[in-house]
C-alpha cells in the first residue's frame, strides 16, 4: 500500500513538474542514445577485429614501405629471389610452391570489394579460399566471389560485373577465412584487367609442413642475399595490421560511453539539487512533520528512477531505427562488412548501468542538503 501511495505522489509531482520532466527526459533520451551508439559501435568493432587464427603455410613478400598490399610492388625477380635463398638454407623440398598476387581494390556501389589475381592452379593455396557453390575461373572472364561480398551487393552465380572494359562472369561462391568481400580471378585475368603485365603487390611462398614458419620468415628476412627494400609476413600478421587499426576506434568507443555515464550523474544531480533548492521550504516542512532524509531521498530517487527509465525506453527505440539503418547500409572496413547492432546483453548493461549512474546523481546531491540545519532551510 505504502508503495502504492508513493508512486501516486511520484506520478502526481512529475506531472505538476511536467515542463521540467519533459525536458529532464529528453536530455537523458539524448545522452542514453550516445551511450547506446558508441556500446554498439564498440561491440561491432571488438567482433570486427577479431581475426580467425589461420593455418596457413604461407609467407607474405611485399614492399618494406607498404602500409597495406596495393601500396607494394613486386616482380618475378625478387620472388625467384626469396625461393632460392630458402632452398639454399633448408633444402629444395622447403618450398612447396611459390606464385605472384595481383591485390586490387574497387569501388563497386559505393563499397569497397578487394580483387585477387592468382594463377588458377594456386587459388585455393592463398587465404584458405573454399568453393562453396559452382566452379573455379576456367578463361580470363569468369570469377569467383566471395559469401561477403555477394550478401552485400546482392549477386548471384551467373551475374556480369561490368569492372573497368571487363565484362566478368560469376561463376562460383566462395568463402576465405577473414569474412572479406573478395573478386578472385585468374592471374591472367587479373593482368588483362588491371594493365598490370611485369608487376604484382605480393609473393606468396608455401613452406613445407615440417618446417617452422617463423624460423624461415626470420632468415628470409636477415639473409643478406635477399633482395633489400621487401618485408616478409606470416598471413596472420598481415590480418593482424588490421584489428590493430580497429582496436583504437574500440578504445575511443569505450570513453565515449565513461562520458556519457558522467555526464547521467552529472546531469541527474544538478537537477536534482535544482528541485531541492527551489523547494527547500517544502522539503523543510515535510521534515518537521516527521519524513526523514532517507523517505525524502527515496522519494527523489524514485522521480528520477522514472524519468531515467522513460528516457532509456525512448533511446532504446531510437537505437532500433539506427541499428535497422545500418542493416541496410552496413559499414565496410577494408572489404569486410561490419553491420551495427547491439545484443540482449549490451542493452541490459547499458540499462543496468544507466540507472545506477542516475542514482548516484540523486546520492550525491540529496547528502549535500541532508546534514543542513533545519532552523536555516525554513528561515530562507
Given at each position: 500500500?505504502?508503495?502504492?501511495?508513493?508512486?501516486?505522489?511520484?506520478?502526481?509531482?512529475?506531472?505538476?513538474?511536467?515542463?521540467?520532466?519533459?525536458?529532464?527526459?529528453?536530455?537523458?533520451?539524448?545522452?542514453?542514445?550516445?551511450?547506446?551508439?558508441?556500446?554498439?559501435?564498440?561491440?561491432?568493432?571488438?567482433?570486427?577485429?577479431s581475426?580467425?587464427?589461420?593455418?596457413?603455410?604461407?609467407?607474405?613478400?611485399?614492399?618494406?614501405?607498404?602500409l597495406?598490399?596495393r601500396?607494394?610492388?613486386?616482380?618475378?625477380?625478387?620472388?625467384?629471389?626469396a625461393?632460392?635463398?630458402?632452398?639454399?638454407?633448408?633444402?629444395?623440398?622447403?618450398?612447396?610452391?611459390?606464385?605472384?598476387?595481383?591485390?586490387?581494390?574497387?569501388?563497386?556501389?559505393n563499397?569497397?570489394?578487394?580483387?585477387?589475381?592468382?594463377?588458377?592452379?594456386?587459388?585455393?593455396?592463398?587465404?584458405?579460399?573454399?568453393?562453396?557453390?559452382?566452379?573455379?575461373?576456367?578463361?580470363?572472364?569468369?570469377?569467383?566471389?566471395?559469401?561477403?561480398?555477394?550478401?552485400?551487393?546482392?549477386?548471384?552465380?551467373?551475374?556480369?560485373?561490368?569492372?573497368?572494359?571487363?565484362?566478368?562472369?560469376i561463376?562460383?561462391?566462395?568463402?576465405?577465412?577473414?569474412?572479406?568481400?573478395?573478386?578472385?580471378?585468374t592471374?591472367?585475368?587479373?593482368q588483362?584487367?588491371?594493365?598490370?603485365?611485369?608487376?604484382?603487390?605480393i609473393?606468396v611462398?608455401q613452406?613445407?609442413?615440417?618446417l617452422?614458419?617463423?624460423?624461415?620468415?626470420?632468415?628470409?628476412?636477415?639473409?643478406?642475399?635477399?633482395?633489400?627494400?621487401?618485408?616478409?609476413?606470416?598471413?596472420?600478421?598481415?590480418?593482424?595490421?588490421?584489428?590493430?587499426?580497429?582496436?583504437d576506434?574500440?578504445?575511443?568507443?569505450?570513453?565515449?560511453?565513461?562520458?556519457?555515464?558522467?555526464?547521467?550523474?552529472?546531469?541527474?544531480?544538478?537537477a536534482?539539487?535544482?528541485?531541492?533548492?527551489?523547494?527547500?521550504?517544502?522539503?523543510?516542512?515535510?521534515?518537521?512533520?516527521?519524513?526523514?532524509?532517507?523517505?525524502?531521498?527515496?522519494?527523489l530517487?524514485?522521480?528520477?528512477?522514472?524519468?531515467?527509465?522513460?528516457?532509456?525506453?525512448?533511446?532504446?527505440g531510437?537505437?532500433?531505427?539506427?541499428v535497422?539503418?545500418g542493416?541496410?547500409?552496413p559499414l565496410?572496413?577494408h572489404?569486410?562488412?561490419?553491420?551495427?547492432?547491439?545484443?540482449?546483453?549490451?542493452?541490459?548493461?547499458?540499462?543496468?548501468?544507466?540507472?545506477?549512474?542516475?542514482?548516484?546523481g540523486?546520492?550525491?546531491?540529496?547528502i549535500?542538503?541532508s546534514?543542513?540545519n533545519?532552523?536555516?532551510q525554513?528561515?530562507?
Open positions: 500500500m505504502k508503495f502504492l501511495v508513493l508512486g501516486a505522489y511520484l506520478f502526481k509531482d512529475l506531472f505538476f513538474d511536467r515542463g521540467r520532466s519533459i525536458l529532464t527526459i529528453i536530455s537523458l533520451t539524448a545522452v542514453i542514445v550516445s551511450f547506446l551508439a558508441a556500446s554498439a559501435m564498440a561491440e561491432v568493432f571488438r567482433e570486427f577485429g581475426q580467425p587464427q589461420t593455418g596457413s603455410r604461407n609467407l607474405l613478400i611485399m614492399s618494406d614501405y607498404a597495406e598490399p601500396q607494394s610492388k613486386l616482380d618475378d625477380r625478387v620472388l625467384q629471389s625461393v632460392e635463398v630458402v632452398y639454399q638454407e633448408f633444402g629444395p623440398g622447403s618450398v612447396v610452391c611459390a606464385f605472384p598476387v595481383i591485390y586490387r581494390t574497387l569501388d563497386i556501389n563499397r569497397t570489394i578487394l580483387a585477387m589475381a592468382v594463377p588458377r592452379e594456386y587459388l585455393t593455396r592463398f587465404q584458405n579460399l573454399t568453393l562453396l557453390e559452382g566452379i573455379l575461373p576456367e578463361n580470363d572472364d569468369q570469377v569467383v566471389v566471395t559469401q561477403a561480398a555477394m550478401q552485400l551487393n546482392g549477386w548471384k552465380i551467373g551475374d556480369r560485373l561490368h569492372i573497368r572494359d571487363g565484362n566478368l562472369l561463376t562460383g561462391r566462395a568463402r576465405e577465412e577473414t569474412g572479406t568481400s573478395v573478386i578472385w580471378m592471374y591472367s585475368g587479373g588483362k584487367l588491371f594493365n598490370a603485365q611485369s608487376d604484382f603487390q609473393g611462398l613452406i613445407n609442413a615440417s617452422n614458419l617463423e624460423t624461415v620468415q626470420s632468415y628470409l628476412e636477415q639473409d643478406p642475399q635477399f633482395t633489400d627494400g621487401y618485408s616478409v609476413y606470416l598471413e596472420q600478421q598481415l590480418n593482424r595490421r588490421y584489428t590493430d587499426a580497429v582496436r576506434i574500440v578504445n575511443v568507443a569505450y570513453i565515449i560511453t565513461a562520458l556519457a555515464l558522467g555526464v547521467i550523474i552529472f546531469g541527474t544531480f544538478n536534482i539539487s535544482l528541485t531541492m533548492a527551489e523547494r527547500k521550504q517544502d522539503i523543510a516542512i515535510l521534515q518537521t512533520i516527521g519524513f526523514t532524509s532517507r523517505m525524502i531521498r527515496v522519494f530517487l524514485g522521480r528520477t528512477l522514472i524519468q531515467t527509465l522513460v528516457a532509456f525506453c525512448l533511446a532504446w531510437v537505437m532500433a531505427i539506427i535497422q539503418n542493416l541496410q547500409y565496410v572496413l572489404a569486410k562488412t561490419a553491420t551495427l547492432h547491439l545484443s540482449p546483453d549490451t542493452m541490459l548493461l547499458g540499462l543496468a548501468l544507466t540507472i545506477l549512474s542516475a542514482s548516484l540523486v546520492w550525491l546531491s540529496s549535500t542538503k546534514n543542513q533545519l532552523a536555516d525554513l528561515r530562507e
